[in-house]
């Protein structure tokens, strides 16, 4: 059985993110429900090693380049993640004109 115990809406728009965190509950979620047109052109033009407003998950955090273990992923409407809420996570700025709206959770296992 599981249990909602939090949920809220994110309104990111440009320059704003998400600082690296986790959370209590045993699951989180993510659902995108709209990502700016403007970031796909974005994205495609940055040289930069993150890419703008992406999310990002650390396995684990490490001190230098070899023990960072992480994924990141470029949301696209329609996207749902679900994820071990203790797991860090945060999210890139972007800068392109825009609303990026997504759905989040926390849900117990009971």
Not at 34 to 49: G, M, Q, Y
Not at 100 to 108: D, L, M, Y
């Amino acid at each position: 059985k599981i249990e909602l115990v939090s949920s809220w809406v994110n309104y990111m728009t440009k320059f704003e993110s998400n600082p690296l965190h986790s959370h209590d509950e045993d699951l989180s979620f993510v659902i995108y429900t709209n990502v700016p047109k403007k970031l796909k052109e974005e994205v495609a033009s940055t040289i930069a090693n993150t890419r703008p407003g992406a999310i990002n998950f650390m396995h684990t955090l490490g001190t230098d380049k070899y023990t960072v273990n992480s994924h990141e992923f470029m949301p696209e409407v329609g996207d749902f993640f679900i994820f071990p809420a203790s797991l860090n996570h945060n999210v890139n700025h972007f800068q392109s004109e825009g609303e990026r709206i997504s759905i989040s959770g926390n849900i117990k296992i009971v």
